[in-house]
C-alpha cells in the first residue's frame, strides 16, 4: 500500500508556545524544566496531529529548541574550544552560548556564525570543524526523541542531519582547513547513532541530504559513496536519504545508487525529475514523492499531484511509494483553521502545514483505491484554483500597463558613483568614518503594549501616534547622546521590515497566526501576495521627516527593497516571480521620490534576503541575477545625484555573487561581518566593491555588549580589506531585539572605536 510520510512539522507551535517558553527561560523568569516540559509537549501534540490526519510515516527529532544544524553538532560532539572555558556549564547554557553567544563575568563567549539555510529565510547555526577534529556521540535526542514518541504509542521515523551535508556547510577553524577531511572521522558517530535507533525499535530513519541538489565536485561525490558503503550496512535499520529545494540534476545517478533502503525527492520545486528518477532508481527501493509544496501556502493541485504519484505506483508498484511534502514543513504556518479575519475567498485557495497533512492523505486514499473518499477534498482543490484563475482581485490592469511602460533609463542613475560621491560629499558633509546604524531601535514591552491597545481600541490613531512620536524623539536624542553621525528614527511604527510595508501595499494579504522561524525563538508572519502589486499612498515619509524635524543630523529613510520583499512573502505561483519583483520595484520607487521630496537625502532600501533568492544551480543563477538587480536599481534610481543610497545585507556568503552586488549601484553597502570576524570581507579582497562599504562590528543576535576594544580590533580589520575613506562603521543588523540597556552601551563602544581609529588614522 502507498503509504502517507511526513519529513517534518513546524516546532514554535500553533501559538508560539516554544518561543514563549524559549524567551521566558532566557529571561530567568522560568526554569529549565519548564523549558523542556514545554517542548515535550509540543512534541506529543504535533506526533498526534499528524497521526490523526492519516499519515503513515511521522518524524521524529525534526523538532529543536533552536536549530536542527546546532543539534547535529551537539549529537557528533564539535563544540569550538573556545566554551571548554565556560564555568560548568549545563547543557542547556552550552546549547544556548553557542546558539546566542553569553557573558560569564568579564568573559564574553561569542556565538558560533549564523547563515541561511540554503535559498530559505530560515537561519542555521554554522559548524565549525577543527583541522583534526575528533567527534563523538555527546548527546542521544535522535534517539530519546525516538523514544518519547513510542511510549506515546506512536512509532516514528527519527530523523538525521547527513553527515556530507553536514560538513559540507561547515566551516573549518584553519584558513587551510576542509571539514570534509574530517569524515571517516565522524562517520563512526552516526552509525553508533544509527545502532542505538535500531536497538530501540526503529526500522527506519531518515537522512536529509540536501546538498545533493547542488554542484558538487569529485570530492564531494567521493563522500558520499564512501559515507553510505559505510552507514547503508548498519543492521536492522532502513535508510532513506531526503533531498529537497530542488533537483537531484546531474546528481541522480549518484543518489540514486547509493546503497540504502529509500529516496525522497523534491517534485514542487523539480516536477520535471519525476521520469528521469524512475528510469534510474534502483529495483526494490523505495521513492518518496514531495508533491504538495511544504515551502508555499497555496492548496494544492491535486489532480496533478494524483497524476505523478500514479505515474510512481504504475513504474514502481503501490509498496514502493510514498506520498511526501516537498521538504520539511517547518517551512510552513502551522494552521489555517486559527485565522479568522482572512475572508473566504483568499482563504480557501490556501492550505497550511495541518492542512497538507489532509491533502497528503486524501492522495494516499485517492491512489489506494478511496477515491470516493477523497472526493470532496478533490472537489475543493478544483475549485480553488478556478477561483484564483477567475479572480478580479488578482490582476490590476493598471499595474500591468504601467510595468509595460518602464525603460532603460528608469534602471540608472544619472551618474556614477565617483561622481555621485562628490556631490554627496559636498551635501551631506559626513566625517570619515561615519557612524550609522541599521534602522530600528528596541522594542520594549511598552511599544508592543501601545501597539496591542491600539489594535485593541483602547487607544486611538491619534493617542498612538503621539505615543510614537514621543518615542521618535527620545530615541533621536539618544543618538545624538551617543555622537552617531547619521540617525534613524526607529522603526516603533512596524512589527516587522516586510509585513509594514505589505499592510500598505494591494495585492497582499497577510494573516493572524502565519508565523513561521526564522531562527531560535525568532518567528516572521510572512505576507501572502495573491495579487498584482500597487502603492495607493506613501508608506514610510510623515516618520521619517517628523524625525528629520527635531535634529540638524542627517536623518537615514529606511526601507525594506523589492527583492527582500520577494523573499520573505509566500508569493503568488501563477506567474514568473520576476514579474511580481518589479512590481514591488515601482512601488518602493514611488515611496524612495517621495522621500527624497520630504527632504529625506539618506534612504536605504534593505536587501538582506537578496542572497537568499539566489538559485542553487550555477546554470540558473545568472536569470535571477539579471532581474534582481534591475528591481534593486529600478526602485533606487529615480534620485538625484546627491541623495546617498544605502543598502543592507545580512548572513549570507557574499564570495560568488559580490560583482552582481556592484552591479546594483549602492552608494553604500552594510553587511553583517562581527560573527565571522570579519571574514565577509575576504569577498572585498577580490574585488573592489565600487560603493562605500559598513561592516558589522555588533553582532546584535547576540545578548553581549562588545567592549570597545572589541570592536577597535574588528575595525582595524576592515581597514586592511577596504579604503579608510570607504569605510562606514554600523552595527550587524537592526537593533529590534535588543535591549536599551545593551544598546546604549555597545553603540557607544562602536562610536568611541570609530573615534579611536579617526585618531590613529589621523583622517
Request: aromatic share 8%; hydrophobic share 40%.
Amino acid at each position: 500500500m502507498t503509504l502517507a510520510a511526513n519529513l517534518g512539522y513546524p516546532r514554535l507551535g500553533a501559538k508560539r508556545e516554544l518561543k514563549w517558553a524559549l524567551e521566558s527561560y532566557w529571561a530567568g523568569k522560568t526554569s529549565a524544566a519548564d523549558l523542556l516540559q514545554t517542548a515535550k509537549a509540543l512534541r506529543l501534540e504535533h506526533w498526534q496531529t499528524q497521526q490523526a490526519a492519516g499519515i503513515d510515516v511521522i518524524p521524529s527529532n525534526d523538532f529543536s529548541l533552536y536549530d536542527h544544524v546546532l543539534d547535529t553538532t551537539l549529537m557528533v560532539g564539535a563544540v569550538p574550544q573556545r566554551y571548554a572555558k565556560l564555568n560548568q556549564p549545563t547543557a542547556l547554557d552550552l546549547y544556548f552560548a553557542m546558539a546566542r553567544g553569553t557573558q560569564q563575568g568579564e568573559t564574553s563567549f561569542a556565538a558560533m556564525e549564523m547563515t541561511k539555510w540554503f535559498d530559505t529565510n530560515y537561519h542555521y547555526i554554522v559548524p565549525e570543524i577543527e583541522p583534526h577534529q575528533t567527534y563523538r556521540l555527546a548527546s542521544t535526542k535522535v534517539v530519546d526523541e525516538f523514544i518519547e514518541a513510542k511510549e506515546a504509542g506512536i512509532h516514528t521515523r527519527p530523523v538525521l542531519f547527513g553527515p556530507v551535508s553536514y560538513l559540507l556547510l561547515s566551516k573549518s577553524t584553519s584558513a587551510d582547513g576542509v571539514p570534509l577531511d574530517t569524515l571517516s572521522q565522524l562517520l563512526p558517530v552516526y552509525v553508533e547513532a544509527l545502532q542505538r535507533l535500531a536497538a530501540a525499535g526503529a526500522d527506519w530513519a531518515q537522512i536529509d541530504e540536501p546538498c545533493l541538489v547542488l554542484d558538487l565536485d569529485e570530492s564531494a561525490r567521493k563522500a558520499y559513496a564512501d559515507a553510505y558503503n559505510q552507514l547503508g550496512q548498519v543492521a536492522n535499520i532502513r535508510l532513506l536519504i531526503a533531498t529537497y529545494f530542488g533537483a537531484l540534476g546531474d546528481n541522480l545517478e549518484l543518489a540514486a545508487g547509493l546503497p540504502v533502503y529509500g529516496l525522497h525527492i523534491d517534485l514542487a520545486r523539480a516536477p520535471e525529475q519525476l521520469e528521469k528518477v524512475l528510469a534510474q532508481l534502483p529495483a526494490e527501493k523505495t521513492l518518496s514523492l514531495g508533491v504538495v509544496d511544504g515551502r508555499n501556502v497555496w492548496r494544492a493541485d491535486l489532480d496533478a499531484a494524483l497524476k505523478k504519484v500514479q505515474t510512481a505506483v504504475s513504474a514502481l508498484g503501490a509498496e514502493r511509494v510514498q506520498i511526501a511534502p516537498s521538504c520539511s514543513l517547518m517551512f510552513s504556518p502551522h494552521d489555517l483553521n486559527l485565522e479568522t479575519k482572512l475572508d473566504d475567498e483568499l482563504k480557501s485557495w490556501l492550505a497550511f502545514a495541518r492542512q497538507k497533512l489532509d491533502e497528503l492523505a486524501a492522495l494516499k486514499q485517492a491512489v489506494s483505491g478511496g477515491a470516493e473518499a477523497a472526493a470532496d477534498s478533490f472537489t475543493v482543490s478544483r475549485a480553488a484554483l478556478k477561483s484564483r484563475h477567475a479572480s478580479a482581485r488578482t490582476h490590476n490592469p493598471q499595474v500591468r500597463q504601467r510595468l509595460e511602460a518602464v525603460n532603460a533609463s528608469m534602471l540608472n542613475r544619472a551618474h556614477d558613483f565617483e561622481t555621485r560621491k562628490i556631490a554627496q560629499a559636498k551635501k551631506l558633509g559626513l566625517p570619515p568614518l561615519p557612524t550609522t546604524t541599521i534602522g530600528s531601535f528596541p522594542q520594549t514591552a511598552e511599544v508592543r503594549a501601545q501597539r496591542s491597545a491600539k489594535n485593541k481600541g483602547a487607544l486611538t490613531q491619534a493617542q498612538y501616534d503621539e505615543f510614537l512620536k514621543a518615542e521618535i524623539a527620545r530615541t533621536i536624542q539618544k543618538q545624538e547622546e551617543i555622537g552617531l553621525d547619521v540617525l534613524v528614527h526607529g522603526e516603533f511604527e512596524r512589527t516587522d521590515m516586510v509585513e509594514y510595508f505589505g499592510e500598505r501595499l494591494t495585492g497582499i494579504a497577510f494573516t493572524q497566526n502565519g508565523w513561521v522561524q526564522s531562527y531560535g525563538s525568532r518567528a516572521v508572519r510572512p505576507p501572502i501576495i495573491f495579487g498584482d502589486v500597487a502603492r495607493p499612498a506613501p508608506m514610510t515619509v510623515a516618520w521619517s521627516a517628523y524625525a528629520q524635524t527635531l535634529t540638524n543630523k542627517l536623518v537615514k529613510g529606511m526601507l525594506t527593497g523589492p527583492v527582500t520583499i520577494l523573499e520573505w512573502s509566500f508569493v503568488r505561483d501563477d506567474q514568473p516571480r520576476s514579474v511580481t519583483c518589479r512590481q514591488l520595484a515601482l512601488a518602493i520607487r514611488d515611496e524612495v521620490l517621495d522621500l527624497e521630496g520630504a527632504g529625506i537625502q539618506v534612504i536605504q532600501i534593505d536587501e538582506p534576503a537578496f542572497r537568499e533568492g539566489f538559485p542553487l544551480r550555477k546554470a540558473e543563477q545568472n536569470d535571477y541575477l539579471k532581474w534582481a538587480i534591475e528591481a534593486f536599481k529600478l526602485s533606487a534610481s529615480g534620485v538625484r545625484d546627491e541623495t546617498q543610497i544605502h543598502t543592507h545585507m545580512c548572513y549570507a556568503e557574499f564570495d560568488n555573487i559580490i560583482e552582481a552586488i556592484g552591479l546594483m549601484d549602492a552608494d553604500v553597502i552594510s553587511i553583517e561581518a562581527s560573527r565571522s570576524k570579519m571574514e565577509l570581507l575576504d569577498a572585498f579582497k577580490q574585488y573592489q566593491y565600487p560603493g562605500e562599504i559598513g561592516p558589522g562590528i555588533y553582532d546584535i543576535h547576540s545578548p553581549n555588549i562588545p567592549t570597545q576594544a572589541e570592536m577597535e580590533d574588528l575595525l582595524e580589520r576592515a581597514a586592511q580589506v577596504v579604503p579608510v575613506e570607504r569605510l562606514w562603521i554600523n552595527p550587524d543588523c537592526g537593533l529590534k531585539t535588543r535591549q536599551w540597556e545593551q544598546v546604549i552601551p555597545a553603540l557607544t563602544n562602536m562610536v568611541n572605536a570609530a573615534q579611536a581609529l579617526r585618531q590613529q588614522l589621523k583622517v
